[in-house]
């Protein structure tokens, strides 16, 4: 390797290790990882500019170091052995693949491609395909620990209607444990989170879906839970992809086999979207 390729290789590391702490300054690394990663990208992607710039201020020509080595001690050998006078040159061909330049091009088109033109969101097919509107698994009592209206009363807070602020989560897993059914059933609540269509038992279009998405380490895992809301005639209805808080009464619904969450809206208004809309499987 040159000391123009290594400059190249140096060039490509800095850029990569640049974009990660871009990522970590502009906060958007938030929509791929869980909090407790966020310091690792910063990290690393100090180390990768060190690193490029270092081959960019002190290169190496391996080749020169090559042929005065494993060469040079070949072509000896061919003096000796063969009648081969080389002159102190190695005219042998190294295949160095592809080259720094192709590389360079294939890595650095692509990312800027996808940097430019990525949501940093899931679309609505790509939440159904996470979860989004599957229904909650029915869960054996006997994981769970036991659960009684005076647990919701010392451990959710209210709201200024009187409604316990609820976590998504929480009235999702509800629907596979019965006795939670019943504490749940009818219980004035709090949600909060993003809007999306309702394309379930929604005949009447009177309903959306308010969902968070959860993870445990980073986008990979990512998994979309949600409840449907259920809005009255005259009720306003938020827009698609916004962040709200919607109060009401939860209730359950039976769909074939399965039991799935259902609010009966008494008001939605507008929240602030969080830092990281992702909730940590505890």
């Not at 992607?45 to 040079?72: A, E, K, T």
Request: with cysteine.
């Amino acid at each position: 390797m040159t000391p123009l390729h290594t400059r190249l290789f140096g060039l490509l590391a800095t850029g990569w290790g640049g974009l990660l702490v871009y990522f970590y300054s502009s906060s958007r690394v938030k929509n791929y990882l869980d909090l407790s990663f966020h310091h690792f990208i910063m990290i690393g992607g100090l180390g990768m500019i060190v690193l490029g710039l270092y081959s960019l201020i002190c290169p190496r020509d391996q080749v020169s170091d090559q042929n005065h080595s494993s060469c040079g001690d070949n072509h000896h050998n061919h003096d000796h052995h063969d009648g081969h006078h080389h002159d102190g040159h190695c005219d042998h061909h190294h295949d160095e693949g592809h080259g720094p330049f192709v590389t360079i091009l294939l890595t650095v088109v692509p990312l800027t491609v996808a940097m430019t033109y990525s949501k940093d969101s899931l679309s609505n097919a790509g939440l159904s395909k996470k979860g989004l509107y599957e229904s909650p698994n029915l869960m054996a009592q006997a994981e769970l620990p036991p659960f009684t209206r005076e647990d919701l009363e010392k451990n959710y807070s209210k709201n200024a209607h009187g409604e316990f602020q609820l976590s998504l989560i929480s009235a999702y897993y509800a629907a596979g444990d019965r006795e939670i059914q019943d504490i749940f059933d009818g219980l004035p609540v709090e949600f909060e989170g993003r809007i999306a269509p309702e394309k379930v038992n929604n005949e009447s279009g009177k309903r959306l879906r308010i969902f968070r998405e959860i993870i445990t380490c980073c986008a990979a895992d990512l998994q979309v839970v949600g409840v449907s809301l259920e809005f009255p005639d005259q009720g306003e209805r938020p827009a698609l992809d916004s962040w709200v808080r919607a109060g009401g009464i939860l209730t359950f619904e039976r769909m074939g086999e399965n039991v799935v969450p259902l609010l009966k809206i008494r008001e939605v208004i507008p929240a602030e979207e969080p830092y990281s809309e992702f909730l940590r499987r505890q």
